[in-house]
């Protein structure tokens, strides 16, 4: 069992930084991929950027790649993504999930946590 608590986010002006986190409980945390997917209202949720549980593969949404950057810290049971040059559209809820592999779908992701608001203003 992995719970999932993400914080950091909030109101930046475009071309802003956030830096996301995703706290884990439980020493399993470790044997997951960990994915990040963004909501805005009356959209689905769309994926972000995944990276597998070693660390050693990382994918990353094209709408974001180049600006924001998945992490992960096993040994404090935290995943990170850094935000970089953020964009009104980039304004959503995001959530962290954890999952069997590094996939850009939500579907196979078993735990979520329950988001975090981004908003950027123009």
């Known amino acids: 069992q992995v719970q999932l608590v993400e914080s950091g986010g909030g109101l930046v002006q475009a071309g802003g930084s956030l830096r996301l986190s995703c706290s884990a409980s439980?020493?399993?945390?470790?044997?997951?991929?960990v994915g990040w997917f963004r909501q805005a209202p009356g959209k689905e949720r769309e994926f972000v950027a995944t990276?597998?549980?070693?660390?050693?593969?990382?994918y990353y949404a094209d709408s974001v790649k180049g600006r924001f950057t998945i992490s992960r810290d096993n040994a404090k049971n935290t995943a990170y993504l850094q935000m970089n040059s953020l964009k009104p559209e980039d304004t959503a809820v995001y959530y962290c999930?954890?999952?069997?592999?590094?996939?850009?779908?939500?579907?196979?992701?078993?735990?979520w946590g329950q988001g975090t608001q981004v908003t950027v203003s123009s």
């Open positions: 999930a954890a999952g069997p592999t590094p996939v850009t779908t939500a579907i196979p992701y078993t735990y």
């Open positions: 439980g020493r399993t945390f470790s044997n997951y991929a």
């Open positions: 990276i597998a549980w070693s660390g050693g593969r990382s």
